[in-house]
């Protein structure tokens, strides 16, 4: 099965992949819903709502600035390599994540769709100004404040629950509509619209495999399942390739 997956990419004319936090938990950082995920012991109303950071910074960013601290220090799992690796030979077109940690970027990828946005920069909600998150970090305040106008809180570039996903939604779709072979990498795919776009791929003619440690909400839409560790499933994968 996965030397088909392999042929499948070989043949592709337009491969795009689709992410989750499950490519991020080989390099140390939780996923959401996994028994060691990041829901297990908080409300995800309080820490990744935008309700719940207005009701009380201070929760959010003492959840957040952490965790945020190890992604500062984390290294591309297998997954984010593979694809980088991809795209560097002109067999990947697009990563589309969900991911909020900037490692498809630090592992080489370069035109990645980040759905959620990223921690990598804060804004100021009176003036405008942002921040790097190095920058906030280091200033060691509980609530990173704006630099330029004073105002005590400044809020990630991050989508959170509450928000609507911005034009960055419409250029995945393109990117679907035009893609002939969608993989999909340790995500539950069961976020919309994000998990959306694999019906969206079946409709418009592209194969879709999914490479999982457990069943997602999608597999019923999928060509080819993939049941395993990432690190295993990529490296599999890969040898046909001669990657
Ligand atoms: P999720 O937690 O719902 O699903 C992750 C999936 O990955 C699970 O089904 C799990 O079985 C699988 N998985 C975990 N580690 C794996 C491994 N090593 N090998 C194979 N499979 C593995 O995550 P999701 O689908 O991305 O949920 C969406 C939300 O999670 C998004 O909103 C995203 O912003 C957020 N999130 C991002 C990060 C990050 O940036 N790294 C971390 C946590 C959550």
Known sequence: MNAEVARWIDRARHAVALTGAGVSTESGIPDFRSDAGLWRDVDPMDVASTAGFEEDPARFYRFWL????????????????????????????????????????????????????????????????????????????????????????????????????????????????????????????????????????????????ILNREGTSMDDEADLVLRGELEDLVREVAAPLGL
């Open 66 to 209: 952490p965790k945020l601290e190890t992604i500062r220090n984390a290294q591309p799992s297998a997954a984010h390599r593979f694809l980088a690796r991809l795209e560097s030979r002109g067999r990947m077109q697009a990563v589309i994540t969900q991911n909020i940690d900037g490692l498809h970027q630090r592992a080489g990828s370069r035109r990645v769709l980040e759905m959620h946005g990223s921690f990598r920069t804060l804004r100021c909600q009176a003036c405008g100004a942002k921040m790097p998150i190095e920058r906030a970090l280091d200033s060691g305040k509980p609530v990173p404040q704006c630099a330029e106008c004073g105002a005590e809180r400044m809020r990630p570039e991050v989508v959170l629950f509450g928000d609507m996903l911005g034009p960055v939604l419409r250029d995945a779709e393109q990117e679907i509509r035009e893609a002939d072979l969608l993989l999909c990498l340790g995500s539950s795919l069961a976020v919309h619209p994000v998990a959306g776009l694999v019906p969206l791929a079946r409709r418009t003619g592209a194969k879709v495999v």
